[in-house]
């Protein structure tokens, strides 16, 4: 079942064309990497399925979900390096989506932050404060808090910046998990190429206007993917 | 001591000055919290300075000074969300660009009026003598609604404040809060600036929120101790202003230096122990 179409996208980022006439849909459970150089236009694909940019030619629909509820793991910020509040605090922000004008969380929802907190390993640190985790233990944080606002598709921006590898690889297959035993549709950014073939099972390869979108099966076998690793097949 | 306070209590204006006082002190911790956060600190003493010269301009008309001042703050305070959001000027110089502008005008209008130099010092540094009865009602009614503004979105103000990009996405309209946080610190600054002075009242908008995130590791926790640091250093600020006969407004912003020292050495210990 399709969750989510694009449909001939353009986007202009500062007057500039960045995405260009860019289709592609996505089904229920699958796991989409969108991979490309700096300046590919993938972070602004991705606010335009957010609904943060609009597209200036072209839609996107959602069959059903909601576009609030997808859940997105954005790129750090400066302001959130040094932010006091605990884990709890910033995991149950996730649920605002579903609370509409309604001012307070209710148990519901205490109960789904916690719930998120122990699929992902981290009910321990739930007390701690978000400015005293390490890299990757934010990077949980920020996917429990995605998970409270989604119950299909996650979106993920980079999520892997500034980690390192063994923390990495840690995420890339807790993603995995999460996409296979829970069924949850993922759309990933990155620039790991190697690691989207190994963990994906789509791959929009983007230099502004689509280079290539299909399996990762078929992309393996294009003359883009032996250029961009260098001739050999690394997995 | 009890003679002391007695004497403290018995002088009307200064009940008055303390009633508002604390209020302000409140609201402005509270709001202080996300202002400091998102590093929009400046915009609360941008619009002081516009204050002041909306002030000044309600005065040589003679027209009620916080009736005119707030609808001019408050478009003062949409303005500087907008130009700090779509940066051709940047942020920081749209600030010093507007609050300076503002303060020239201010002056000129007053220099036309009688009593110059008395009238600028006690716009610029505050007055205790400043509040009246009738500022007091309105002081007073606008307070209570931004506090049960702040206490009925504060959750949606965290979210904004932490990650407006992920309330957005989630579909929060983090535009329509960043609006509220200024609309309401502009209300709060017009209240307390003719307490604090036009110089000071940022003070009560910064300190408070530093001090408590020296020891605190929860929003929650920020916010309830910011506004408890706030009302305490505002009490104590009134306090010494009358005993050693010093400016209020000024008093009360040292009271708050010291206890951001304070907090800092506290707050370096306990991570020590941790």
């Known amino acids: 079942m399709k969750l989510l179409t694009c449909h001939d996208l353009c986007i202009s980022y500062n007057g500039q064309l960045v995405v260009d006439h860019v289709s592609f849909s996505l089904e229920q459970g699958q796991y989409l990497c969108i991979v490309g150089e700096n300046g590919s236009g993938k972070s602004t694909l991705v606010k335009t399925i957010l609904g943060l940019v609009k597209p200036q030619a072209g839609h996107i629909a959602f069959s059903n979900m909601q576009r609030k509820e997808i859940g997105y793991l954005p790129q750090q910020t400066q302001v959130q390096k040094d932010f006091p509040a605990t884990v709890f605090e910033v995991v149950l922000s996730g649920c605002l989506n579903t609370r509409g004008m309604r001012p307070f969380y209710s148990r519901?929802?205490?109960?789904?932050?916690?719930?998120?907190?122990e699929l992902l390993g981290i009910g321990n640190l739930r007390k701690k404060s978000y400015r005293d985790l390490s890299g990757g233990q934010q990077q949980r944080v920020l996917l429990a808090r995605a998970l409270c606002a989604t119950k299909r598709l996650l979106l993920l921006d980079e999520p892997v910046t500034g980690l390192d590898p063994v923390i990495t690889a840690e995420l890339y297959s807790l993603v995995k998990?999460?996409?296979?035993?829970?069924?949850?549709?993922?759309?990933?950014?990155?620039?790991?190429?190697?690691?989207?073939?190994?963990?994906?099972?789509?791959?929009?390869?983007?230099?502004?206007?689509?280079?290539?979108?299909?399996?990762?099966?078929?992309y393996r076998t294009t003359e883009l993917y032996r250029h961009m690793t260098g001739g050999c097949d690394c997995d | 001591m009890i003679d002391f306070f007695v004497d403290f209590f018995s002088y009307h204006f200064l009940n008055r000055a303390l009633l508002v006082g604390v209020l302000v002190s409140l609201c402005a911790a509270l709001l202080g919290v996300s202002l400091v956060l998102k590093?929009?600190?400046?915009?609360?003493?941008?619009?002081?300075?516009?204050?002041?010269?909306?002030?000044?301009?309600?005065?040589?008309?003679?027209?009620?000074?916080?009736?005119?001042?707030?609808?001019?703050?408050?478009?003062?305070?949409?303005?500087?969300?907008?130009?700090s959001e779509n940066s051709k000027i940047k942020g920081d110089a749209a600030i010093a660009l507007i609050s300076s502008s503002a303060l020239a005008i201010g002056v000129i209008v007053m220099s036309f009026g009688s009593g110059m130099n008395a009238d600028v010092y006690n716009y610029m540094f505050g007055s205790i003598l400043a509040v009246?009865?009738?500022?007091?009602?309105?002081?007073?009614?606008?307070?209570?609604?931004?506090?049960?503004?702040?206490?009925?979105?504060?959750?949606?103000?965290?979210?904004?404040?932490?990650?407006?990009?992920?309330?957005?996405?989630?579909?929060?309209?983090?535009?329509?809060?960043?609006?509220?946080?200024?609309?309401?610190?502009?209300?709060?600054?017009?209240?307390?600036?003719?307490?604090?002075?036009?110089?000071?009242i940022s003070s009560l908008i910064i300190f408070p929120a530093l001090t408590s995130m020296r020891v605190c590791r929860s929003f929650q926790g920020v916010v309830i101790l910011s506004a408890a640091i706030a009302v305490v250093c505002f009490f104590i600020g009134l306090l010494l202003s009358f005993l050693f006969s010093t400016p209020a407004g000024a008093s009360v912003v040292v009271v708050n230096l010291m206890a951001l020292v304070v907090f800092t050495l506290l707050g370096k210990c306990l991570r020590r122990a941790r």
């Open chain 1, 177 to 218: 998990r999460l996409n296979q035993e829970h069924h949850i549709t993922v759309v990933m950014v990155s620039h790991d190429i190697a690691s989207a073939v190994t963990y994906a099972d789509q791959v929009l390869h983007m230099g502004s206007h689509m280079l290539f979108f299909g399996s990762v099966q078929q």
């Open chain 2, 39 to 83: 590093r929009y600190s400046m915009i609360g003493d941008g619009l002081s300075h516009v204050s002041f010269g909306a002030l000044s301009i309600a005065v040589a008309f003679h027209w009620a000074p916080l009736p005119v001042s707030i609808p001019v703050v408050m478009a003062a305070a949409f303005c500087l969300l907008r130009l």
């Open chain 2, 132 to 200: 009246s009865q009738s500022d007091v009602w309105i002081s007073v009614s606008l307070s209570v609604i931004v506090l049960t503004l702040y206490a009925l979105f504060y959750n949606k103000i965290f979210s904004v404040t932490f990650d407006e990009n992920f309330a957005r996405a989630t579909g929060t309209k983090a535009a329509l809060y960043n609006m509220l946080l200024a609309f309401l610190t502009a209300i709060t600054i017009v209240i307390g600036m003719r307490l604090m002075g036009a110089l000071l």
């Open chain 1, 108 to 117: 519901k929802e205490k109960d789904l932050a916690l719930k998120n907190l």
